[in-house]
């Protein structure tokens, strides 16, 4: 019969070489090594310009609803509205700071992704049961078409001559 001290003795001698055995396995289990003490993965920001060219002319205008070079006068009338590049509150941004031009492309995208009309459509369609507002809505279809068309002739216009009316910086 082996004694309970013995067993204990023979687990003792086992521990240490299952501890190796473990810190080997749960270091090859958690994939390629970041920087240690980071919480980010580190990436290379692509620049607009890139992104530009390989989306192409008639791409980016379906994306941004725009063509490339009015992108850059709005970005220029725009940026110094937009704020600085600021640092995080705890430490520097680990893929460095998000240019400007990045920010506006990603709210342009944002802003552009779905129908102009979505809302107007599921707004006024769909109109509030309340009777007093009943007759601020569009109720027949003739009315939807009609206001779809002007809606689409003014930004035909607005895009054959650009105005932009910004307001100046405090």
Known sequence: MVSISETYKEVFELVPRIVCVAAALLSTARGPAKNEGSHHIKRERVPCETIFRRLGGRIFRRCYRMSEP???KLHNLLKPYMGGDKKRKRGSTPNGDIPTSSRLSMALRWFAGGDPLDIFQSTVSH????????GLWLTQSTNVQRFKSSFQRVMRSSEESPTVSVPNPK
């Open 127 to 134: 109109r509030n049961k309340c009777t007093s507002a009943s």
């Open 70 to 72: 009015m992108f850059w």
